[in-house]
């Protein structure tokens, strides 16, 4: 049993739908998986399984910002063989060409954190998605008929929510940036050194240009279509 988790063995299918907000793993069990039955409400960072389609699927909390995030991943990977893990979470669109409520795929993600740097010693590690899964993700995105726009392309994960130096954001824009989250980069960092699979897909909650938002309540419980392309993805 693992220290943050606290699930027992086999309680945990093969393939994880990781959103930040605890609540949102709720409403993704209650909405799209059948059989749900929670597995983990330890310190309210609820874990779901279910199934989709008669696929086995889990659904896991993770909290804001990469240290919490890297816990809950370490150990889906470690301590309960997880094969699969894919962000479902929101982002700040950092450029006009992102429209907010459209859904970014992530084929690689930037960082500000040191987590890398200590782990690789200065040198800047690329963290890339699971080309499988994106190839998936992708092609179940190009498959839905009238969904939001889509985007396929560079996150940048920050460990502040308030920067200090909100205009250095500005200079990852110029070099394709799409959109500003908090767990990507060391989400793929780990899939790699554990030899997983994993893939980002966030949904725009908030425009950092226009500054237009949505709703906590929203971004709690509208935001079906990526967790649709997770799914699709994942199980193809």
Not at 34 to 51: E, L, N, P, Q
Not at 65 to 75: D, L, R
Not at 136 to 159: I, M, Y
Not at 177 to 200: N, P
């Amino acid at each position: 049993m693992s220290t943050h988790i606290g699930a027992q063995p086999g309680d945990i299918a093969p393939t994880v739908l990781l959103p930040g907000d605890p609540l949102r793993a709720r409403w993704i069990a209650e909405t799209f998986l059948d059989d749900a039955r929670c597995y983990s409400d330890v310190r309210g960072m609820y874990g779901f399984t279910g199934t989709w389609n008669g696929h086995p699927v889990s659904v896991q909390g993770s909290g804001m910002g990469q240290p919490s995030m890297a816990i809950y991943v370490n150990e889906l990977f470690t301590h309960y063989d997880v094969e699969s893990i894919i962000r479902v979470g929101s982002c700040g669109a950092v450029t006009d060409d992102v429209g907010i409520r459209d859904v970014i795929i992530a084929s690689g993600a930037c960082t500000d954190s040191s987590m890398n740097r200590i782990t690789f010693h200065g040198i800047d590690y690329a963290p890339v998605a699971d080309f499988g899964l994106l190839r998936g993700a992708v092609e179940a995105a190009e498959a839905r008929d009238g969904g939001s726009p889509f985007h396929v392309g560079l996150l940048f994960s920050s460990d502040s929510f308030y920067p200090s130096r909100p205009e250095l954001l500005g200079e990852m824009v110029k070099y394709g940036v799409l959109g500003v989250e908090m767990e990507a980069s060391a989400l793929y960092t780990l899939a790699a050194k554990h030899r997983r699979k994993a893939l980002a897909i966030c949904t725009v909650s908030d425009h950092i240009v226009t500054g237009e938002e949505t709703t906590s309540q929203e971004r709690e419980q509208t935001f079906g279509e990526m967790v649709e392309i997770a799914l699709t993805a994942a199980l193809r």
